[in-house]
């Protein structure tokens, strides 16, 4: 009766990988090398001092207990050298590569907030990396994230109060980034500003909380990035949203305005019936996909004539915005694609509508800005 089919793997719990291992032993004799030309360069500087007896006054003195490091091939041990004064001077020896206290790679230290943002919430994010890492991975508790994101929030903190007079603005996107979240009484957004430089680097400008998309929350972000010396830029994008055109002619009344097409096609489309919004499309495409304006002009009064008759309101809603709408004409054409609607923001911030529902609403008011800055930094 004592017989049994059931067999137990050895080390069934851990995954073998030979390549690995090997990788993870090359790189320890590799750190273990580059820490011991540090130390000779360290005692290079001390050749001179001797003792009274005419020995070396600093010499080394063992190593300190080996400590795991945490790499992105998994854990490798590492022990550093120690020194010694033998006429009572104080000396320390400290590592550049493997500094005192860090139990991480800059790489994988990166990679934590990372997959926070991913959707990887606090308490899976040592099983998550134990996977990548191996179960000997250890120092990655909730607690790393919970720090992490205290550094973001400082972080953020200084780059909110940035000055901005050092490269003038020539366009910017503007938009609001609904996060799912909700206020005391009405449904939390963040206010989001992109500008390009005229060479062409874009940098986010604001990431601000606001409620919904009002002229007063506009105006709030507005006003604080003149008061940090932004310039007048030449183009501002966006989309439908009138609280920001509103609060653009107060704080810059002499930029100009660019209606975001691909949210004016949606809305066109939304007063046709569905048979009709296919051709209605392809006619809309005709328009601000133009090689001049000229031609875009033809295309949009046919399109008024073609579809008036029997859907007003849908070319009432195009021909309410026409200037705006054809304002990136008149800008250098290389433009064109990036300036007649406002992509850059909606495709940075893709991620953010999953991260939320990944979190299952616990993400606080502040937490969603700091998390929302880091994806910012990413995409630039």
Same mark, same amino acid.
């Given at each position: 009766?004592?017989?049994?089919?059931?067999?137990?793997?050895?080390?069934?719990?851990?995954?073998?990988?030979?390549?690995?291992?090997?990788?993870?032993?090359?790189?320890?004799?590799?750190?273990?090398?580059?820490?011991?030309?540090?130390?000779?360069?360290?005692?290079?500087?001390?050749?001179?001092?001797?003792?009274?007896?005419?020995?070396?006054?600093?010499?080394?003195?063992?190593?300190?207990?080996?400590?795991?490091?945490?790499?992105?091939?998994?854990?490798?041990?590492?022990?550093?050298?120690?020194?010694?004064?033998?006429?009572?001077?104080?000396?320390?020896?400290?590592?550049?590569?493997?500094?005192?206290?860090?139990?991480?790679?800059?790489?994988?230290?990166?990679?934590?907030?990372?997959?926070?943002?991913?959707?990887?919430?606090?308490?899976?994010?040592?099983?998550?990396?134990?996977?990548?890492?191996?179960?000997?991975?250890?120092?990655?508790?909730?607690?790393?994230?919970?720090?992490?994101?205290?550094?973001?929030?400082?972080?953020?903190?200084?780059?909110?109060?940035?000055?901005?007079?050092?490269?003038?603005?020539?366009?910017?996107?503007?938009?609001?980034?609904?996060?799912?979240?909700?206020?005391?009484?009405?449904?939390?957004?963040?206010?989001?500003?992109?500008?390009?430089?005229?060479?062409?680097?874009?940098?986010? $400008? =604001? #990431?601000? @909380? /606001?409620?919904?998309?009002?002229?007063?929350?506009?105006? +709030? %972000?507005?006003?604080?990035?003149?008061?940090?010396?932004?310039?007048?830029?030449? $183009? =501002? #994008?966006? @989309? /439908?949203?009138?609280?920001?055109?509103?609060?653009?002619? +107060? %704080?810059?009344?002499?930029?100009?305005?660019?209606?975001?097409?691909?949210?004016?096609?949606?809305?066109?489309?939304?007063?046709?019936?569905?048979?009709?919004?296919?051709?209605?499309?392809?006619?809309?495409?005709?328009?601000?996909?133009?090689?001049?304006?000229?031609?875009?002009?033809?295309?949009?009064?046919?399109?008024?004539?073609?579809?008036?008759?029997?859907?007003?309101?849908?070319?009432?809603?195009?021909?309410?915005?026409?200037?705006?709408?054809?304002?990136?004409?008149?800008?250098?054409?290389?433009?064109?694609?990036?300036?007649?609607?406002?992509?850059?923001?909606?495709?940075?911030?893709?991620?953010?509508?999953?991260?939320?529902?990944?979190?299952?609403?616990?993400?606080?008011?502040?937490?969603?800005?700091?998390?929302?800055?880091?994806?910012?930094?990413?995409?630039?």
């Amino acid at each position: 009766m004592g017989t049994t089919n059931i067999v137990d793997f050895a080390r069934r719990d851990e995954m073998t990988d030979a390549l690995a291992e090997l990788l993870k032993t090359g790189a320890q004799q590799l750190i273990a090398t580059a820490v011991e030309a540090e130390l000779v360069s360290y005692l290079a500087q001390f050749t001179g001092l001797r003792t009274d007896a005419g020995h070396a006054a600093v010499v080394r003195n063992g190593h300190h207990p080996a400590r795991p490091f945490q790499t992105g091939i998994g854990p490798v041990s590492v022990r550093i050298p120690k020194v010694r004064s033998k006429d009572g001077t104080p000396v320390t020896f400290r590592s550049a590569l493997v500094p005192p206290y860090v139990r991480r790679t800059k790489t994988l230290e990166a990679a934590l907030p990372w997959l926070y943002r991913k959707g990887i919430s606090s308490g899976e994010m040592a099983p998550a990396l134990k996977v990548l890492l191996g179960p000997d991975a250890v120092g990655l508790s909730a607690n790393t994230v919970s720090r992490l994101k205290r550094d973001w929030a400082n972080e953020y903190e200084a780059w909110k109060g940035a000055e901005l007079d050092d490269e003038p603005i020539v366009y910017i996107w503007a938009d609001g980034v609904h996060s799912g979240l909700r206020g005391e009484d009405d449904k939390l957004c963040a206010l989001v500003i992109i500008g390009v430089t005229a060479r062409g680097k874009k940098r986010f $400008l =604001a #990431i601000e @909380d /606001g409620v919904r998309e009002s002229t007063q929350s506009w105006r +709030e %972000v507005l006003l604080n990035l003149k008061s940090r010396g932004m310039n007048a830029p030449k $183009l =501002a #994008i966006g @989309d /439908g949203a009138m609280g920001f055109w509103a609060a653009m002619d +107060e %704080v810059y009344p002499e930029t100009r305005h660019q209606r975001c097409w691909q949210h004016k096609t949606m809305n066109v489309l939304n007063c046709l019936p569905k048979l009709s919004q296919p051709k209605a499309k392809a006619a809309l495409h005709d328009i601000w996909q133009a090689e001049t304006k000229v031609d875009a002009e033809k295309a949009f009064d046919l399109f008024i004539k073609t579809y008036e008759p029997k859907y007003p309101k849908a070319t009432l809603c195009l021909q309410k915005d026409r200037e705006e709408l054809m304002a990136f004409f008149d800008f250098p054409a290389q433009h064109w694609q990036s300036i007649r609607t406002s992509n850059p923001i909606e495709s940075a911030f893709a991620t953010i509508r999953h991260r939320t529902k990944r979190s299952k609403g616990c993400l606080s008011r502040d937490g969603m800005l700091h998390m929302m800055f880091k994806l910012g930094q990413c995409a630039e």
